[in-house]
């Protein structure tokens, strides 16, 4: 079974079991395994992913032996990491198309326009993370705490947390005919964020090992 799952940045299996995650092996625990309790995680859906994840270290890995299923994740006793990378800057990148998106309606417009123009110019390395931490720092208008800040802050995993909220309250603004509708949406924008991903880690989306 495939899916994602984001590790510490020191790439150690965390709760103090300390193994080194290392690409294309595969790490084991004794069945039976329980979910949020014992085994090795891992969600379907990238979104799901983001929400449980501390660091912006992706991986791309299967889930194999004994498995069990809940709403927004699986465990497994057996998971293989296919690919690891940092996806930092794709979670600002994909933070910065959500804000672009909504841009119209964000007041004062200039000054969203403008921290938005910045951060594009430090992911495109124009600008250097210092001048744009500086700059968000100096922006008392964005420092409300609300979404769209965050989303334009200097923290990846924050960023994308905050931009994947924005997208699923803009899905649930929108008016759907039914419940499996607004389901294909919200799998149709998370397919954009994978496809990131995977185009980052150099893997395809049905890729096993």
Known sequence: MLGWHFCEEDKKLGYGNGSVIVVGETLKVEPPVVLCDRGLHACISVFDAVSWARS???CRVRIGGQIAYGCDKFVGSER??????D?????HAYACDQIMVRLPELHP???YEAMLEAKLAWLAGTMSREAYDDRYM???SLRSGSLFNIALGINAMSAAQAA?????YRLRSAQFCNADDYDCAVK???GILEARLLKLLGVTRGQTQ
């Open 80 to 85: 293989t990491v296919i690919a690891m990378a």
């Open 188 to 190: 149709g924008e998370a």
């Open 109 to 111: 417009h200039d000054t």
């Open 164 to 168: 994947i909220r924005l997208c699923l």
């Open 138 to 140: 100096a922006a008392h």
């Open 56 to 58: 912006p270290i992706a």
């Open 87 to 91: 996806a930092s800057m794709e979670f």
